[in-house]
Nanobody, 125 residues
Framework: QVQLVESGGGLVQAGGSLRLSCAAS????????MGWFRQAPGKEREFVAV????????RYTDSVKGRFTISRDNVKKTVYLQMNSLKPEDTAVYYC??????????????????WGKGTLVTVSS
């Protein structure tokens, strides 16, 4: 069972930046696709970004392309989400997730096998 712990959330003004981190408990993290999802109040959880086991493949939802960057450090067993030019509509709880497959097959929440508890990002206007 992989445990995922997110950190780095907080309150930021529009136009600002935050970097989220997600630390994994198991070395098998290195074989997994890792993703970031978010859920705003009253909305369903949605895909944000995903990265393959070796970092060669990344995908983003359209609304964050050019602003967010996902990366990973397999030595530290950590995945990151650098968020720049933040907008109020980016306000949500951000969740880290792991897919046991090494290559990107899906970007839907149902396709993930493990989840963190989330970290809140609030962007003020």
């Amino acid at each position: 069972q992989v445990q995922l712990v997110e950190s780095g959330g907080g309150l930021v003004q529009a136009g600002g930046s935050l970097r989220l981190s997600c630390a994994a408990s198991e070395r098998t993290f290195n074989n997994y696709v890792m993703g970031w999802f978010r859920q705003a109040p009253g909305k369903e959880r949605e895909f944000v970004a995903v990265i393959s086991w070796n970092g060669d493949t990344t995908r983003y939802t359209d609304s964050v392309k050019g602003r967010f960057t996902i990366s990973r450090d397999n030595v530290k067993k950590t995945v990151y989400l650098q968020m720049n030019s933040l907008k109020p509509e980016d306000t949500a709880v951000y969740y880290c997730a792991a897919d046991k497959r090494p290559v990107v097959v899906t970007t839907t929440p149902d396709g993930m096998d493990y989840w963190g508890k989330g970290t809140l990002v609030t962007v003020s206007s």
